[in-house]
């Protein structure tokens, strides 16, 4: 009989090819609060530490946008539960790519809040409002590394 496949064991093995980063973007709900989204991060940061994924969840209020790395197998069932979460819609995946570094490696879930009127500094924005949509996959480390100036690792 084949050992049952054991998400969690197979990530404890921590096999480096294995490892992927995807980046989604989506619509929060109308009459989201601030409150609910610290208890969105609050359950995320104490699943993904069980499971060995680590990221941050950006919110301006309108728009999130999120960053997944960990074990190929988890991640991907991680981000169809988010998917299919009714607190945001209009679900988009940026970037689902092997990666042999992780970008996150300190933070469970790190969490940013950011003004609708927030400017980044990529190319693909071109000083316009925060509008993750229009993110292309090759801003991205830029996006995060300045994103992660004003995160907070929140404590549960
Ligand atoms: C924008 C957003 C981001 C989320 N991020 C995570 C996450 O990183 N990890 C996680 O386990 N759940 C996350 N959730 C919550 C999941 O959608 C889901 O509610 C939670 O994992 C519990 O799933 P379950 O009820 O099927 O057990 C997120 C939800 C939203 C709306």
Redesign the pocket.
Known sequence: MPTPYHPSQFYSQEIAQFVIRLVYV?T?VNGLHLDD?QS??S??????EK?G?S?M?C?SGEF?L?C?EGERGLVTQ?FA?????A??HSVELIVSSPTNVRWFSEWG?GFSRLMSSHRLDVDSLAGQAFNPYLLEATDMQAAFSQLSQHAQRLRI
């Not at 359950?43 to 993904?48: I, L, V």
């Not at 539960?81 to 979460?85: F, G, L, P, S």
């Open positions: 989506s929060c989204v969105i991060v359950t995320a940061q104490q699943r993904n499971l994924i990221g969840l919110w999130f999120q997944l991680c539960r988010i998917a299919a979460d607190r945001h879930m």
